[in-house]
Nanobody, 122 residues
Framework: QVQLVEVGGGLVQAGGSLRLSCAAS????????MDWYRQPPGRQRELVAT???????NYADSVKGRFTISRDDAKNTVYLQMNSLKPEDTAVYFC????????????????WGQGTQVTVSS
């Protein structure tokens, strides 16, 4: 059983910063790709940032230069530092990870966290 738990959401004024974290726990052999998505009110979920060990992170154009994704493999944790926040960044933020478990070696499955609300006031 694998779980992803996000923390760090909240209410912040425009121009402010928040840091999200997402810790994976359970029966994990290897974590490959880790992502942050967001789902604004009334809209579809969208990919915000991706990080793969040994590769440069990728970002959606809307957050480039403001958001930074990082990971700590020793802690099975991915972070999203969000600076210069705008009202349009308001959304539920989800982390996801491609994980191989000891029970299914050679298979990567995508797991999701429960989401954390980020609200940016103008």
């Amino acid at each position: 059983q694998v779980q992803l738990v996000e923390v760090g959401g909240g209410l912040v004024q425009a121009g402010g910063s928040l840091r999200l974290s997402c810790a994976a726990s359970g029966s994990i052999f290897r974590i490959n790709r880790m992502d942050w998505y967001r789902q604004p009110p009334g809209r579809q979920r969208e990919l915000v940032a991706t990080i793969i060990s040994g590769s440069s992170p990728n970002y959606a154009d809307s957050v480039k230069g403001r958001f930074t994704i990082s990971r700590d493999d020793a802690k099975n944790t991915v972070y999203l530092q969000m600076n210069s926040l705008k009202p349009e960044d308001t959304a539920v933020y989800f982390c996801s990870a491609l994980i191989t478990t000891p029970q299914a070696m050679g298979v990567m499955m995508k797991y999701w966290g429960q989401g954390t609300q980020v609200t940016v006031s103008s």
